[in-house]
Each structure stands twice: as C-alpha cells, then as structure tokens.
C-alpha cells in the first residue's frame, strides 16, 4: 500500500489533516471560528486505558491541535479535560507523528476557558517542577548544526545537555530525545561542551515521570 493510500484509509489527507468529508468539516470549522494559537497550557486527555497528559498547541470554539507522548489513531473517542474535573466530549481528527487534531461534538466558550485555571495550573509551580539527574543519548540541533551527546539533567521545562565537543553557539535549538517528540529549546547558557535548554512548551509532569521510568536503566 502507498503512503498515500495509507493516508486516505487512515482518514489522513497528504497535508496532515483529515480525509473526505470528515476533511471538509474540519477545515470549514477552523474557518468559522478564530483560533488562540501558542496556547502552550497541560490537559489530560481520556481515552482507551489510562489518562494521557498533553500539550494545547491551539484551541478555537470547534476544537483543538494538541501535542501528545503516546500514538493517536483517527476516529478515536476521546473526552478533553482542561479545567479540573470538567471534560470535553470530541473525536480525534487526525493524527501524525506527535500532534492530534480535535473536533469537540459542541462548540465551547474559548474566552471563558482561557481564564480559568487548568488541571496542571492546580498544582506545584513550574520552579518546583520534577527534576531528575539522567544519562541519556540525545542530540541538538542549534540552527543548521547537530551536536551529538547526552543529556544529563532534565525537567519539565529544560535540560542540561553535554556535547561530545565544546559547544560555541546559542540560541534557538531543537533537543531529541528517545521516545519523546523533538523539544524546541533556548539556548540558555553555555559552558564549553555544557549547555541548559529552556523548553518552549512544559513537558507534562504525568508524561515526564512516564518516561523517565521507561528509561529506567537504559544508557
């Protein structure tokens, strides 16, 4: 089977959204109603098995984008839960590598959601965040160049990493990790083969521990 027939039976168009007529709703709705982009807020989404944590990327009255730590399939139910204990009743859209697109079954008020406090909002703040000493194979891409090496700290909102070679730039950057999306970053500071990344988008502390227990003893 072609990728592309992959896509269409998936219910996944070769641009990343949905297929058929599910595709023409979808788009449709992102139209009718504005989209609050860079949202960067922790939700839980229920599905199958146990609570997924996740990432809003951006949410219109319609639905939502948002970055998960688990594979998605098209089609999915799936109940959002943004404000503690209060959930949205929606179907997965589409999926593809690390971002899930949501269509909620009612329209909700975004302004009003927005101003609330959200599940993870509710607990420890971020300087009291999980953090945990690790050594494990990562790589970071500053600008146009890779560095190869590890990461040796790493929170819900950074990470210290250790280049194989003195490292002599900064700026924006892109960590990868085993098993987790590619984290956008900062370059906060630098200390010749040492560096601390400021995360864009929090990691979800549920999602953190997840992973750091995957990780387990594994180099």
């Given at each position: 089977?072609?990728?592309?027939?992959?896509?269409?039976?998936?219910?996944?168009?070769?641009?990343?959204?949905?297929?058929?007529?599910?595709?023409?709703?979808?788009?449709?709705?992102?139209?009718?109603?504005?989209?609050?982009?860079?949202?960067?807020?922790?939700?839980?989404?229920?599905?199958?098995?146990?609570?997924?944590?996740?990432?809003?990327?951006?949410i219109s009255a319609g639905g939502l984008m948002a970055r998960t730590f688990r594979?998605?399939?098209?089609?999915?139910?799936?109940?959002?839960?943004?404000?503690?204990?209060?959930?949205?009743?929606?179907?997965?859209?589409?999926?593809?590598?690390?971002?899930?697109?949501?269509?909620?079954?009612?329209?909700?008020?975004?302004?009003?959601?927005?101003?609330?406090?959200?599940?993870?909002?509710?607990?420890?703040?971020?300087?009291?965040?999980?953090?945990?000493?690790?050594?494990?194979?990562?790589?970071?891409?500053?600008?146009?160049?890779?560095?190869?090496?590890?990461?040796?700290?790493?929170?819900?909102?950074?990470?210290?990493?250790?280049?194989?070679?003195?490292?002599?730039?900064?700026?924006?950057?892109?960590?990868?990790?085993?098993?987790?999306?590619?984290?956008?970053?900062?370059?906060?500071?630098?200390?010749?083969?040492?560096?601390?990344?400021?995360?864009?988008?929090?990691?979800?502390?549920?999602?953190?521990?997840?992973?750091?227990?995957?990780?387990?003893?594994?180099?």
């Amino acid at each position: 089977m072609t990728d592309k027939a992959a896509r269409r039976q998936s219910g996944i168009s070769a641009a990343g959204g949905p297929a058929g007529s599910t595709a023409t709703e979808f788009w449709l709705n992102r139209r009718a109603h504005p989209r609050h982009v860079l949202v960067r807020r922790s939700g839980i989404l229920h599905m199958v098995g146990e609570p997924e944590p996740c990432v809003i990327v951006n949410i219109s009255a319609g639905g939502l984008m948002a970055r998960t730590f688990r594979p998605s399939v098209a089609g999915d139910r799936i109940r959002v839960e943004l404000v503690p204990g209060e959930t949205i009743e929606g179907s997965v859209l589409w999926a593809q590598d690390w971002s899930i697109g949501i269509a909620f079954d009612e329209l909700i008020d975004v302004e009003a959601l927005l101003s609330r406090p959200w599940v993870a909002e509710h607990r420890k703040d971020r300087r009291q965040s999980l953090r945990m000493g690790i050594s494990c194979p990562a790589s970071l891409r500053i600008g146009k160049r890779f560095h190869y090496g590890r990461v040796t700290d790493i929170s819900g909102g950074g990470a210290r990493f250790r280049a194989a070679k003195a490292l002599t730039k900064s700026g924006r950057a892109q960590l990868t990790l085993p098993d987790l999306p590619p984290l956008a970053a900062t370059v906060a500071w630098t200390d010749e083969a040492d560096c601390g990344l400021a995360f864009d988008e929090q990691i979800p502390e549920e999602a953190l521990r997840r992973w750091l227990d995957l990780r387990g003893n594994k180099g």
